[in-house]
């Protein structure tokens, strides 16, 4: 016990170190009560932080910020409605074409599997197809029950997608517009004694940022790639399957396999046991390769390299208290509480201050001029 009093003590001597720690749980409770229904706050909060690298960038070359952010925010609203009026139209009707051809594609699966006791009696029987051909319609059939609930689903929330699309770019435009009067009202809740804080805000700040842009790249990139190559293997539903990978990257690890079932399901069903399904296959391995081995570590050299169990543990916790947008912030939140756990362990160390320095000198802007 004396030990652990003793622990307690090194560690959280310093009054910035428990504000510090009081931040980190109010703000993990705060989601777990209010994230859902602030949902549109945090969208635009992710896209103006995007945004703000550009106006930043336009700032340094003369322009005017309200210019900046004006002609910025034209742009996005340029690009939601390509979106809307020219992708989504296509993916809707890809997705209900996929699904129409989905009995065809398990007939043929079902056709493929009963062949193989006959091609390869020595390594499975007819016994073993049964079972595996019951269990995928089982999963088959859940599947589809699973998306009939969300369509029904969605078509009931029409009305909140709506509010969100019109929320959502009204907050992008006042967090660009309006950034320092926002960031003047946050600081009078701050304590005045808070380096070890804006110690930790800039290094989370790099690392943030870093992520966010490193990511949408990622996204781009992957899913043009993947796009073109679908489509110059002629494979259908190129488009959704492409935008899939895309999105795949936002979880790591877990979004890649998750991706492959429906590529594999559309390659084979179009294809079968061909030379053009091992092109669709082996195209696919050597995108997820190439973005996991050269794009992730390029892209994100910059950002705190984090174990990939903790950032699956990061995955699952924060998706599970604050389901799809745990999901996606899982990494920056888990940045944030490795800054915390670093600020923590240096304080109780004495090396605060060098941390301080350090994360000052990195190039971030600093979070509070004042100071």
């Given amino acids: 016990m004396q030990v652990v009093k003793d622990w307690l003590s090194r560690r959280f001597s310093n009054p910035q170190v428990l504000i510090l720690v009081l931040m980190l749980a109010l703000g993990i409770i705060f ?9 549109p706050f945090f969208a635009a909060l992710v896209i103006a932080y995007l945004l703000e690298g550009v ?46 051809q989905l009995p065809a594609y398990v007939i043929r699966f079902q056709e493929a599997m009963n062949g193989l006791p006959a ?15 019951e269990t995928a319609g089982d999963e088959i059939g859940l599947l589809g029950q699973t998306a009939l609930t969300q369509t029904i689903a969605s078509l009931s929330g029409l009305v909140t997608w709506i509010i969100f699309l019109i929320l959502v770019p009204v907050l992008v435009f006042f967090m660009l517009k309006d950034k320092d009067r926002i960031l003047a009202w946050l600081r009078q809740f701050l304590p005045k004694d808070r380096k070890l804080t804006l110690g930790v805000w800039r290094e989370v700040d790099v690392q943030i940022g870093n992520y966010v842009r490193g990511k949408t790249i990622e996204i781009l990139l992957v899913g043009a790639v993947s796009l073109v190559s679908f489509s110059i293997l002629d494979l259908k539903y190129a488009l959704l399957l492409s935008t899939l990978v895309g999105l795949s990257v936002l979880i790591p690890y877990i979004g890649a396999a998750v991706v492959t079932l429906p590529v594999m399901i559309v390659g084979f069903g179009q294809f079968g046991w ?14 997820q390769i190439l973005d996991g081995n ?3 570590p390029y892209l994100f050299s910059e950002v705190v390299n984090i174990h990939p169990v903790a950032i699956i543990v990061a995955i699952l916790f924060f998706g599970g208290i604050w389901g799809f947008w745990g999901i996606f912030f899982a990494i920056p939140l888990a940045t944030l509480c490795h800054a915390v756990i670093r600020a923590i362990r240096a304080d109780g160390e004495g090396t605060a201050g060098v941390i301080i320095d350090s994360t000052a000198s990195s190039g971030a802007p600093p979070a509070d001029p004042t100071s």
């Fill in 119 to 133: 091609r390869y009696p020595e390594l499975v029987n007819q016994d073993q197809i049964d079972q595996i051909l």
């Fill in 274 to 287: 061909t030379s053009e399904f091992a092109a669709v296959f082996f195209t696919y391995m050597a995108i």
């Fill in 55 to 100: 106006v930043t960038r336009l700032q340094r070359l003369g322009v005017p910020r309200l210019a900046s952010v004006c002609g910025v925010f034209l742009l996005f609203i340029a690009t939601l409605f390509f979106l809307f009026l020219g992708v989504v139209p296509l993916l809707t009707s890809q997705v209900t074409q996929f699904v129409g």
């Fill in 31 to 39: 989601i777990m009560l209010f994230g859902a229904p602030l949902a």
């Fill in 294 to 296: 050269a794009l992730v």
